[in-house]
């Protein structure tokens, strides 16, 4: 997958202004992180928003006996952050680690609530992550409640068209919260389906 | 439960000052919504939040079987409503429904609207309000994927001290997502722990 820039997302998926843009461009950096490094470990406070120009990382969190459960993937121009954590200036509930070497745009919140004041736009712009947010999350409650292994499958094939070579198995059965024995008898069955056509 | 109202909820839970309280009140009306009455249907487009104040409701949709899989109850002192129907002006993806006679204190949006663009702390009340709702739901999609059937449960009683005995059996179940059969059994392995004790 190629590289996308934050400059490059802002521009494609918002009504900024150049000047905003280059403003945001200026007060950011970009920090790389090596497959297996955390972004933010659970139990820190979390102090900025990550955007994905290049990589991959995972939101997760572990059970009491020791067991990972996948929130979400972020590859290439996805934003993820604890939002909780960080409005709240709670201790983090979730991880959020590379899972392969990534370059990441650092937007530090102290940023975003500067800009947010000063700037109708980005008000804009930011309450429309939150909405965005939002429907993402229903739509996987939903989902889990609903949906059968199979379903849920073909849906993440839709949301992350990219990753599924890029990611174990292991990890995408936890993401749909199905074991990697149910994975392989969906994928199964759905590769025989494919070949009956 | 006694009935809980709005200028009440906004008293104890927020930093909004008395004028900006009596202003809401004086702009925002009380309907009473019976037992099985709509307070939105999916595909239509919501136009207000809807405050709790006497009764309880919930947010459901229903899958290609016709089988209704519960996202939310919201009883005295929730806010209930369709985030990104309200905000994007899309139809609404589930039902709002009253389960027991209710009154309900109506939010238009466009007074939210007018209010967040006037009145700062009136901003911080709404991104509060988005960012718990965006907490409770990765809490929610966290339990999904790693709590056994009996942690879901105990974890429904503390979420929603209060209506367990106003909802029937098998709407707790769809909520869970679990059959109501499991369900039956999770209360029975409970009441035997609570016995032995």
Chains 1, 2 share one sequence.
Request: aromatic residues 12%.
């Amino acid at each position: 997958m190629n590289k996308i820039t934050f400059s490059t997302f802002l521009t494609s998926n918002t009504d900024l202004d150049e000047t905003m843009i280059a403003e945001l461009m200026r007060h950011c950096r970009t920090l790389f992180f090596k497959k297996g490094d955390f972004l933010l470990r659970q139990g820190d406070t979390c102090h900025a928003s990550f955007f994905v120009e290049k990589g991959l990382v995972r939101q997760y969190g572990i059970d009491n006996e020791g067991k990972e459960h996948i929130l979400q993937f972020a590859p290439e121009g996805w934003i993820v952050t604890d939002r909780d954590s960080l409005y709240n200036k709670t201790p983090a509930a979730y991880f959020i680690q590379a899972i392969e070497d990534t370059s990441i745009f650092l937007i530090e919140e102290e940023l975003v609530s500067k800009l947010t004041k000063s700037h109708s736009n980005f008000t804009t712009f930011n309450d429309t992550l939150l909405h965005n947010h939002i429907r993402q999350l229903t739509k996987r409650i939903y989902q889990l409640l609903s949906a059968s292994a199979e379903d849920r499958y073909l849906s993440f094939i839709k949301t992350y068209p990219d990753i599924l070579l890029r990611v174990p198995q292991t990890m995408v059965a936890s993401y749909l919260g199905i074991t990697p024995e149910s994975l392989s008898r969906v994928r199964k069955s759905l590769s025989g389906k494919n070949f009956k056509k």
